[in-house]
């Protein structure tokens, strides 16, 4: 979402999820099952159901109804079976959450289709459905407006999977149709796996066939094979409580430890003129405010990130040790007046490459992302240039325009009120060492 000055000021002091202008969804209920045994994470699921695990302190389930929350969905219906009593007891009816919570109780060995069909008198005509297992940034408004733009009859959230964390297993369509839905991921020519959120319809839990039976195995492949199966792909990583292994890096994104993406080239320093390139140290000249700027947010907690293109390199104005050199000088002088700048992400392609990493296209922000694991959806991207806009659109962070009017330091102080409850954890920020990397790093 893409904000001007002026708009910022009508924001809420309150609101985090600064992507999601307070638009009303026409989606309102969000469906959470929840009832599985929750193996893998034995023993902590001895005594409690898989979304009662603790990730610092607080239920894996809490984050989940906060971020519905704060996305404007505050009917949650949560579909249990193992072990209910701790959620039930936890949430009560939601009213301490901000939220309406009801849940529907089946026996553990039910299947995913058996719970959803049990709890059909609950069920909105149309709801979210979500997986107890993933947390991932929800951008509702934005793929609601996909979804109705899709003409299709669902929609399911998929992780591009670039980094291969995982095996994919979906195909999709250049027309943004999931064709094949392969939970085996055994199928050629995969690319992509299901996070576990979706758009769906009453009366696809109404049309189930009889029996114990699983929604993903038998409503996705018939919305599949009738071309109704839209996708939502994102770069955007999920986190997950599926196994023990995954739950420490679940629960340090969880903690979240604010960051900011910031464009170099006029936004920290003087731009070049057009064609020109900033090709060795004596080029970089800061701009007014920008050190200081860097400082505050440093004061404030936030982990800095430069993202910048480097058209230069392809072009032969300058090399990777110029670049480096130069970078290492605005590192070095923004620590001299207080500020970290914890990482650079350039990329070094020409206009005409192709690459996925040159703004406007999102890929080096996906990359902080996953290297420092940011939510995106309350990571400010300022830069410049319309690109960047454009980029920080495409990876769902709040962005916002650089110009002389309104410079660097001006956009900090809206940052940072808007942002006015998170703490700086100081000693986590010392001894690492400052990184620079193109797109091909990771
Ligand atoms: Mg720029
Ligand atoms: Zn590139």
Redesign the pocket.
Known sequence: MLFDFMTMNHLSEKTCSLSNPGRPSSVHQAVILAGGLGTRLHPLTANLPKPMVQLNGKPFAEYLVEMLTNQGIRDILFLLGYLPDPLIKHFGDGSRFGATIRTSLCSPQSETGTRLREALPLLDPEFLLMYCDNYWPLALHRMENEWRGSGLEAMLTIYANDDRITRDNVRISSDGKIVLYDKSRTAPDLAGVDIGFGFFRRSHVESLPKGNISFERSVYPDLVSRGQLAAYVSGHRYYSIGSIERLEATARFLEFRPAILLDRDGVLNEKAPRGEYVCSPEDFRWLPAARESLARLTAAGFRIFVIT?QAGIARGALTLDDLAAVNQKMTQEAANAGGRIDGVYF???GWH?G????KP?P??LFQAQRDHALDLSRTWFLGDDERDLEAGYAAGCPSGLVTPMVPLDLWVSRVLSSMPNFHSPPETRSGEPFTQH??HDS
Request: proline share 7%; net charge positive; aromatic share 0%.
């Open positions: 293109n990329c070094p392609h490459d690459c996925a990493c040159r296209k890929g080096l193109s797109h």
